[in-house]
């Protein structure tokens, strides 16, 4: 799974495209290593943090979390990026899963 649980929450692997042309999420996809992530797009410059701030919006719509529960966690200035949501491990677990689940089936 693209994410796992932390103390005070989980932490969700990305790999972003800022000036994607759009805010999307493109679905999920290994690495070299094998490790899964989130594939996402957002129209906003990597500059000054806006690419940043355009993808903690865009995963907390999809995963109707309030903005202020994420963060990044690490890679704020590469594409690959750590999320990390806070709040309980266990039903975020539980949210995150069946969203990938319906991301899987559109």
Same mark, same amino acid.
């Given at each position: ?12 692997? !990305?790999? +972003? ?5 759009? $805010?999307?999420? $493109?679905?999920?996809?290994?690495? &070299? =290593?094998?490790?899964?992530?989130? =594939?996402?797009?957002?129209?906003? +410059? ?8 355009? +993808? !903690? =919006?865009? !995963? ?9 529960? !994420? ?8 594409? /690959?990026? &750590?999320?990390?949501?806070?709040? $309980?491990? $266990?039903?975020?677990?539980? =949210? ?8 899987? /089936?559109?």
């Amino acid at each position: 799974m693209f994410f796992r649980p932390v103390p005070g929450g989980v932490s969700a692997r !990305l790999r +972003v495209t800022p000036r994607g042309g759009t $805010d999307r999420i $493109d679905g999920l996809a290994r690495d &070299a =290593k094998g490790e899964t992530h989130l =594939k996402l797009r957002v129209s906003a +410059v990597a500059e000054k943090g806006k690419a940043n701030e355009a +993808v !903690l =919006k865009l !995963l907390a719509k999809a995963w109707g979390l309030p903005r202020s529960s !994420l963060s990044i966690s690490s890679g704020e200035t590469g594409r /690959n990026k &750590a999320v990390t949501v806070s709040g $309980d491990p $266990d039903a975020l677990a539980a =949210k995150l899963e069946a969203w990938a689940t319906r991301l899987g /089936n559109d």
